[in-house]
């Protein structure tokens, strides 16, 4: 199972171009994008769910030619946007059952089945017949797992799927989606790091449009091994710290002094002290890389 | 803060492509209409002849008030979005917090919003003025721009209606956050409107219909109701009390509503909900700790095929069905509808003050248009709301991941739809049989509900809900979608203004169907099938092109979704598309085919250029000498199975004139026919398009002599689309005029604008009784005197046949049934077949044989109309001169063939509709009893008009159709008493009033009459029910009777009415004299008003009444000018200090009835007359003081409105 995606760019009416000849190959399981927010992510996961159309490039999975036979892949296609509703006044069982026929469940039992299964895993058995439209946010999301299980899909693509909920519904979610993702390709996007480094088998780094970094977790915390520093400096030293080093975050301690982590092949001073590199340092290395130089 | 929203506001609506979208459509409309009604097309239509201008004060506030009606479905969309603008962008959430008032908020927001709106009727009014203006319009009919009349209709109508219709839609989007809601709200008023035009139709009503009606249009009928044609022509609107009074009303319930608004509306962030259900409180714990589990999805089959995708579209259709259903827009449409209908079965249907059975055919009528409109209103909207939805709730992302076909989606969208106007028509059966058996009607052809609404009506409102679902997928804005599909759905309508008349290019359109209980649909079902089946196909090719357009994904551009439509149209897609394109232009093209190539279609314009043609061709033979048919031998043979008819005849005519004549002139249809004379002749002109056949006879037809035409005729093939004969399966009706007449008639063009045009001279359409020489013909035939008649007629067995005169024999032969007639004397040259499944009631009067053939199952009237034959027999044969025959039948025909009655020689053909199923109550509270006049009319006919009939000349009718009346109206007094005269007399008086506003050549005296209905029925019936009061009904008959001894069965030359009028004269005393001018040879009406009344107890226990009234008189000129002389001299005037302008009147010596009335001990309190008289009046204003034992309760001056009166409620005064 493999997701080739082959010189893909977008440019928007209003001159953004959110996909900028961007290639990507993905194989199964848990592949994570990462990226700020703006940075294509959105356009290149609905680009792929045969929601919108590039200019140009091509899109296969499988030996499904994405762009040209969108049914076959709609077929196969799990889909979790950034942000959905449903209609009112429908329960989850019933508005599961809508959609199972849209995905082509034909037999009555077997739809009942079905519902019944994606419900118990997403733990919303006990609430299936309220209204969808009354559910958390948590809840709402495991509700959009549960439709899209209904196709027992190949191509698993969420947008965003963490970003407010709880840290309890976080880790239910997250649990389930990898649950689901054994055995198929599961694109997620994501601006929390955290997630990618607790989920992800293997990872990209998004801005842009184009692809800054395609890398598994591990290697991409053990590439920068021994590169990156940290220190504690007082708030109107921040300046002078940063016009000297390649500073990847600066964070607040609670005598308001600052923790500056930085980014160097060698040890640029005593001040600073070797840190244990994190999914973090390798996402801000790539994105401080990607910035255009100021002249 | 005001002004900075509202100029925030304008800058939004200004940059709003909408906006310009609405008023370019609106301008374009008004444009148009008021071009049409203008006559701008008159060069590919028939012209737009009328003496109305059409942009008079009057002309221009019925277009542009009537154009509105379109702006008001503007409302939600402007004015609702304003509010719901905010809340739908969530800005709510951010605005609300903003320190600003809510009054400032929600006036901005309102007055911006509203100023749009009439920036958009003042672009529609722009339309008219430059409408009327543009270049080919009849300078005629149109007048000089007058600004003010504009402006008056703007101030006083329009703007104050956008106010009240804006501030509740306003009001209902506000707090329900839904535009359909306000849209719904715009259906409902309209239901109100529709319910105060109901009640106006009952003249007692009208003041009560003008307050009530929210447009304010009743209320400016009250006062322009009446008028004439010069009045509409010239007048300014009046601004009277009770428009003043509506507009106040409806202005502040719209400053009510706001004030409403205002003082609920809190800047929180949730619409205000309804729910029926108790919502349980309980505390609310999720499980925040949950387990791994393992995912185990069952197997199941993921099935893609057709068949599949079918049944899912049905279950899909299931989900959006239940949206409607439950969405309280349908409901409140579906309860009100309900009670619509119910209102509808209680107050219309009635003639006279009486209703009639609750029949099933009946129930089906009621719903009418505007049920319909509103059906398809509901599917525009749920079509966009169906199409949007998931755009709207934000859930088509997952919709559109999924594997569903384009066109399942459509197709459930579909099926919904279809489902919900299964359920509205549902309603037109619960309220029918709701209301049958509220009258205690249980006679429920629940087969015919269903067939009609579900088997004929559904398909109707299928086809447009394929054009709503095509629109609505093209366009964004589901409102802007409704608005185009409104002006479709009500434009089509009027695109034959522009000369594209013929059905098959009118989206949806198709000819009706009726139905009769006698004849059932009478084969219009198969062609209205066609036609349907033909805009079914074309629905069809718009669903598969909503597919096409169908959005998948995030909204494209309008170029991306022509590109992806391109895409999409391939393989089955096209396929299906070409092949219902080809059955379409098949089924369209055989339609095409059969109405222009293989029978002749006229369009309007051809028409009248046919017209002319016909007179500028034919005109010069309208004088010419011909013999007259003196004997009438038929044979008609009617196949009622096949509708066929195969008929031959044999003329026999003399030459009555003093010269010898060699030309016969034939004067038929297009019948296929043959023609021949039993001596020598040449066909030398022969007519295929006008059937004018000239002959030329080889030897004179020297005076005296006669000569034999022998013709035949049968009806061309019927076929499945087209009728070809007048036979019908059960409850056939055909009159002589089919057969040949001789010489030219007729000319239908009778507008002097249009005959101008065309180079004709003026129409004075028929000479005045005066002119001597125009005496020759009766003014029913002019190639024959009295004939001799007899007719053989022939049926299927399960029939009787019947034609005039005396049946001689009846055999069965071959499963055909044949009768013989003929009749003992001469009768007019006017005579009729009818055939059916009769049954017969049968009775006598003295020896003169009554016979009723009627439906099996309309037996509810047969005594009342039995008893109207012997009732008119006995009162004409008393008062006036023997019954000529020694039989008289009613035959009833179905309501398809119209509703009327129609007297032949003892022969008397029916409508089911005009009493058969009348529901009559008896005493005082009962309408009046029509079956039974209508029969004594009839009846009155085998003397007005068998026995006497008038010359062809003007004032004709007077002596049948006036007098008929007349004597209808005097049995029906006679038998029910004056107190149910009254109700006749006013309705007659109303109906006379009505009409002649409608005049669109000319109005003559009654004794000059052109032959229009509301002067020889109306108005004379008041006429000479007056003049029997005036002059005493012995005296008048008296008279009558004189003059039918003296011109009955005459020969020519034949009478007038100037002769009737003599004898009339004769008895009328002199100081009457004057009444016989007012009423028979001037158009006279009366201005007679009660001004004060006083009462006041004497010492001597007595009473005395102080009345003053005013007594004026007009006469109008025949297009309806006021005139107060006949001399422009003579004319007198009363002016008080108070009076700005004087009243005037022609000269009076007049007998003016004084009346005052009591009431009686009894406990209903009946009225008694205290006192009538006719009092010589001379003087405009005049003061009379009587003295009554009895304490008076009522004034009145001219109290039962027995006089020409156009305001008769200002009559009477209570005391």
Known sequence: ???????????????????????????????????????????????IATLQSPDTGTITFNGIDVLEDQMSLRKILGYLPQSFGVYPKMSAEELLDYFATLKGVSLKSDREKLVKEVLE??????????????????????????????????????????????????HRFLNVLREVGTNCTVIFSTHIVEDVKELCNEMAIVNGGRILKQITPIEATKEIEGQIWSCRVERDDLDAIEAKYKVLSSSYNQDNSLTVRIHAPEKPSDDFTSADPQLDDVYFIALKEDEPIEA | MFSTIFKHELKYWFKQPTFYVFAAILFAISCFMAAATAGVFDFITASTGSSNIV????????????????????????????????????????????????GNYLMAKFLSSFLMILIIVAVMGLGLIIGFRLPGTNSEIITGFNGLAYLQTYVVYIIPNMFLFGAIVFGVVTFTRNISAGFITVVLLLFIQGLASGLAGEVENRFIAGLLDPFGGDALNYYTQYWTVAEKNENILPIGSLILYNRLLWTSIAIAIFALVYKKFSFSQNAVTFSFRKVKSERLTKHNFGGITRIN??????????????????????????????????????????????????????????????????MLLLPGGGFSLFINLLTFLYAGMLVHRSRIFNINQLIDTTPIKNWT????????????????????????????????????????????????????????????????????????????????????????????????????????????????????????????????LSGAMLLILAGLFWIRGLPHSFKERFAIAGTRFKGITMLSFFGLMVAFFAIGGSIYYENNVTNERKSSKERELSEVTWEKKYKKYEHFLQPRIVDVNVTMDLFPKERNFEASGTYIMVNKTAQAIDTILVNHNNYPST????????????????????????????????????????????????????VRSNGTFINSNIFPSLGYSGGGLTDDKVREKYGLSKNDLKPLPSDSTALGNTYIAKDADWVNFEARVST??????????????????????????????????????????????????????????????????????????????????????????????????????????????????????????ADIEDGEEGGVDYGFAITVHELAHQWWAHQVIGADVRGATMMSESLSEYVSLKVLEHEHGKSKMRKFLKKALDGYLMSRTMERKRESALAFNDGQGYIHYQKGSLVFYALSDYIGEDKLNGALKKYVEKVKFQKPPYTTSLEMMDYIREVTPDSLQYVIKDMFTSITLYKNRIVDAELTE????????????????????????????????????????????????????????????????????????????KLKITEINNKITLIFDQKPTEVGVDPYNKLIDTDSNDNRRKL
Do not use: C
């Open chain 2, 796 to 917: 299927s067995e399960d029939q009787i046949a019947i034609a005039p005169g005396y049946l001689q024999s009846e055999v069965v032969k071959n499963g055909r049934r044949y009768f013989h007639y003929k009749m003992d004397h001469k009768i007019l040259n006017f005579y009729a077949f009818n055939s059916g499944r009769y049954e017969v009631k049968r009775d006598t009067w003295k020896d003169v044989k009554l016979e009723i053939y009627y439906h099996k199952g309309h037996e509810y009237n047969l005594e009342r109309m039995m008893d109207g034959m012997k009732a008119s027999l006995a009162y004409n044969s008393e008062n006036f001169s023997p019954y000529q025959h020694k039989q008289a039948r009613i035959i009833e025909f179905p309501r398809t063939g119209g509703s009327f009655a129609q007297s032949f020689p003892n022969t008397i053909p029916f409508s089911e509709e005009v009493g058969f199923i």
């Open chain 2, 55 to 102: 942009n008079s004060p009057f002309g221009i506030n019925g277009i542009f008030s009537g154009m509105t009606i379109f702006t008001l479905f503007l409302l939600p969309s402007i004015i609702g979005v304003s509010v719901y603008r905010d809340y739908k962008s969530e800005m709510h959430t951010i605005l609300y917090s903003y320190p600003f008032t809510k």
């Open chain 2, 1098 to 1173: 004497l010492d001597n226990g007595k009473w005395q009444v102080d009345i003053e009234f005013n007594v004026s008189k007009y006469r109008n000129n025949e297009k309806g000018r006021r005139f107060y002389s006949d001399n422009k001299q003579d004319s007198i005037s009363y002016k008080t200090e108070k009076m700005r302008k004087p009243m005037y009147s022609v000269p009076l010596r007049d007998y003016i009835e004084i009346g005052v009335f009591g009431e009686d001990d009894s406990d209903d309190k009946k009225e008694v007359e205290l006192y009538l008289k």
């Open chain 2, 297 to 362: 999805l069952p197997k199941v089959g993921l099935d893609y095929s057709v068949k599949e995708q079918l049944k899912a579209a049905w279950r899909m259709s299931q989900v959006d069905f239940k949206y409607i259903v439950r969405s309280w827009p349908f409901i409140s449409i579906l309860i009100v509808g309900l009670i619509f209908i119910l209102l509808m079965a209680i107050t219309s249907g009635k003639m006279f003050g009486t209703s009639t059975y609750p029949v099933t055919w009946k």
């Open chain 2, 675 to 726: 023609f021949e004379f039993d001596r020598e002749n040449m066909l030398v002109s022969e007519d295929t398009v006008y059937n004018f056949d000239i002959y030329k006879l080889d030897k004179k037809l020297i005076p005296g002599d006669s000569i034999t035409l022998s013709f035949t005729l049968k009806n061309k093939k019927n076929t499945l689309m087209r009728k070809h004969s007048p």
């Open chain 1, 121 to 170: 895993i997403t733990n919303l058995y006990e609430v299936r017949k309220k209204h969808v439209a009354g559910y958390s946010g948590g809840m709402k999301q495991r509700f959009g797992i549960a439709q899209l299980l209904l196709n027992s899909p190949k191509l698993i693509i969420v947008d965003e799927p963490t970003a407010g909920l709880d840290p309890a519904e976080r």
């Open chain 2, 409 to 536: 989606l459509v197709l459930s969208k579909f099926i919904a739809l279809i489902k919900m106007q299964v359920v509205m028509l549902l309603v037109i059966v619960i309220a029918g049989v709701l209301f049958q058996v509220y009258k205690g009607f249980y006679n429920f052809e629940l087969g015919l509900y269903f067939y009609e609404l579900y088997g004929l009506k559904l398909v109707h409102f299928v086809i447009w809900a394929m054009m709503a679902l095509f629109i609505q997928s093209l366009v964004k804005n589901p409102y802007v979608g409704l608005f185009i599909l409104l002006v479709i759905s009500i434009g089509i309508q009027f695109v034959s203004f522009a000369g594209i008349e013929q059905t098959i290019f009118k989206y949806n359109d198709a000819p009706g169907y009726r139905y009769s209980d006698m004849n059932g649909y009478g084969g219009s079902v198969p062609p209205y099938l066609v036609y349907k089946l033909y805009w079914l």
């Open chain 1, 1 to 47: 199972m493999q997701l080739t995606i082959r010189n893909l760019s977008k440019t928007y009416k209003n001159g953004v171009r959110a996909l900028d000849n961007l290639n990507l190959e993905i194989g199964t399981g848990m592949f994570g994008l990462l990226g700020p927010n703006g940075a294509g992510k959105s356009t290149l996961m609905r680009t």
